[in-house]
């Protein structure tokens, strides 16, 4: 297949096209119009591969996504293009409303006019994926619920909102078009080539430099950790097997506090990287709580049932064994993510 990824110098888009491109014989078109989440270094493993191809083009350019389709004919799109951070959609949402809402509707207008060009055969084989977040359906609060494909929608952040709406465009475009989709929800990812601003590798870098390690609110928040790699592997089984119209979850079942993935971070720089910056005697000393996020979500966990039931998935990591190797790529990876940070702290 000719896979057309948006947004696949980002963090899952690119374990996504590394995973195609070092597990098949499939080709990509990555588009990405390399925010500051972007980061073609990422991909240098796989850039030179005659089977990559990479455009940069911003996904609310219809001109531009039009050409894109014209000139190479894809097979399928994975639609991983997005603002993510629930932090600075707080703060900065416009941003969030015109790439996660303005972008995918711009991006299913472009495939639609694709698809209805199609023969009849590729027309029937031709798929729009679309990465969504376990986010879009709320809090859980204290429950021992957990979310299904049919949960309802109730996001609580811009970001959230922002995916719910995308969301729901992709299932309209589907029927009232014709469009052939399929929705995957994923619950948090982490792993190699994850921006410091994100929790974990935030965690690992502060303690590494002997800084604050910041804990919103009581830190009790709990989240359904999934290794990216495992999520790269899904996503690709749900493209090559899934059904046309249906949804999947897809989540790693490790279900930590904030503050037990933050200790473990700890625990594990103790035995990994045991000599620590000046004047600090543990790296859990710096352990520092904060005024909780507004908004803050209690509790996200994902059945994934559905996708291991029907397509036979099962995450191949542990959130012990994919932490510890997290911990190790930071710790061996400083080339990839020392001028990030800087970056980082430019703005």
Known sequence: MKIMVTGGAGFIGSAVIRYIINN????????????????????????????????QVDICDR?????????YQPDVVMHLAAESHV????????????????????LLEAARSYWQSLEPA???AFKFHHISTDEVFGDLGHCEALFTENSAYDPSSPYSASKASSDHLVRAWSRTYGLPVIVTNCSNNYGSYHHPEKLIPRIILNALAGQP????????????????????CALYCVLTQGQAGATYNIGGSNEKTNIEVITTICQLLEELAPR?????DAYSDLITYVADRPGHDIRYAIDASKITRELGWIPAETFESGLRKTVEWYLNNPTWWQPVLEECDKN
């Open 213 to 232: 390690l910041p804990v919103f609110g009581d830190g009790l928040q709990v989240r359904d950790w999934l290794f990216v790699d495992d999520h790269a």
């Open 276 to 280: 620590k910056p000046q004047a600090v």
């Open 122 to 124: 590729r027309q029937t």
């Open 24 to 55: 098949t014989q499939d080709s990509v078109i990555n588009v990405d119009k390399l925010t500051y989440a972007g980061n073609l270094s990422t991909l240098a493993s796989v850039a030179q591969h005659c089977r990559y191809i990479f455009e």
């Open 63 to 71: 001109d531009e996504l039009d050409r894109l389709f014209t000139v």
């Open 87 to 106: 932090d600075r959609s707080i703060n900065e949402p416009a941003a969030f409303i015109t790439t996660n809402i303005i972008g995918t509707y711009t």
